[in-house]
């Protein structure tokens, strides 16, 4: 194990020096030693490789040894760390354009991090989840991230990364904006309805009534004309949080 540990702690500083090559070799060197026995140590080892996959544009090679550490976190009874190496394959997943994969891993960890009560992993898969919902243009959904992002990392007193957070759910806003305008150009006055309604749940958030009721009333007009009864409820309630709220 001592072995394994020094190849490890070389392979981490030939790749802080971005020798990947150099790097692997130490790691690949310590993942022999582990070949059995002390799963803990084989999925950090694990993880390392990955991590020189990512860098040298191998993503196959990469999820197959993040999946081996998940395993061997897994088998070593390390919940949290398995979840937390998740992180790495949803990621993965996206950059490779598996977006169903990437998103169904980031919401079973967050999930599996949340029952395990771990606020900062949950508030840092969230903030990921806002941005790779923004690339996605899945507006409403990303907002919905980084808004529990925000509020995660508030409570936790991270300043810099609750920041960020709110720039992204700026972001997701002004995506809003953008696509309410192009329907609102195209004459489709559902798909607009929809979009104020979000735009009034999210004002709503940020507690500006003023706002919300506006965006809650437009919807309202549009989707009872349209006889849209659950929508046009939906928007009421909004009017009337923000009328509760003024």
Known sequence: TALAQLET??????????????????????RAMLARGKPTMRGLVDFCRSCVYIETDQPDKALKVLDSAIRAHETAGKTLTSAQVRCQAAYIHFLKGNFNAALATYYDARDKLTELGSEQDVAFYNLD???VLLALNAFEDSADSAEKAQQGFAELKMSYEAGKSLQLLGLAKMGLVRARRIFENSGNLTFT?????????LALRRGKAKEAASRAERA???????????RSAQSRLHAAAAAAAS
Do not use: I, M, P
């Open 9 to 30: 702690n070389l392979g981490n500083v030939y790749f802080h020096l971005d020798r990947y090559g150099v790097a692997l070799q130490h790691y690949d060197r310590a």
């Open 129 to 131: 989840l806002a941005e």
């Open 193 to 201: 309805a929809l979009t104020d309604s979000y735009l009034a749940e």
């Open 220 to 230: 309202f007009l549009v989707f009872s004309r349209q006889k849209l009864a659950t």
